[in-house]
Nanobody, 125 residues
Framework: QVKLVESGGGSVQAGGSLRLSCAAS????????MGWFRQAPGKEREGVATIGAFGSTLYADSVKGRFTISKDNAKNTLYLQMNSLESEDSAMYYC???????????????????WGQGTQVTVSS
């Protein structure tokens, strides 16, 4: 059974940085398309970034150049390095995975079937 557990969220000042982690079990992050998503109150869940089994990445325009998605296959952990944080980045951040051997070409939450419980990120001005 796939289990994804996010951590690393917290409160930071605008312009600051934060690194989120997603510890996976029951699945190898090296074999799947993994992604980070976020949802703010009253807003739809949106894709932030994805990384494929072979390392290809995809970013939402709103975070490109500021966020970096990566993974440590040995630790079976997914990461999201967030720099130059803005108040608009405040949201609950979720780690997710697509099914085995699925393509990693979409930021749509509906394409991801396994989800963590989320970690809150709050950026203050």
């Amino acid at each position: 059974q796939v289990k994804l557990v996010e951590s690393g969220g917290g409160s930071v000042q605008a312009g600051g940085s934060l690194r989120l982690s997603c510890a996976a079990s029951g699945v190898r992050v090296s074999t799947l398309c993994m992604g980070w998503f976020r949802q703010a109150p009253g807003k739809e869940r949106e894709g932030v970034a994805t990384i494929g089994a072979f390392g290809s990445t995809l970013y939402a325009d709103s975070v490109k150049g500021r966020f970096t998605i990566s993974k440590d296959n040995a630790k079976n952990t997914l990461y999201l390095q967030m720099n130059s944080l803005e108040s608009e980045d405040s949201a609950m951040y979720y780690c997710a995975a697509r099914s085995y051997l699925a393509l990693c070409n979409s930021l749509s939450p509906s394409q991801f079937g396994s989800w963590g419980q989320g970690t809150q990120v709050t950026v203050s001005s």
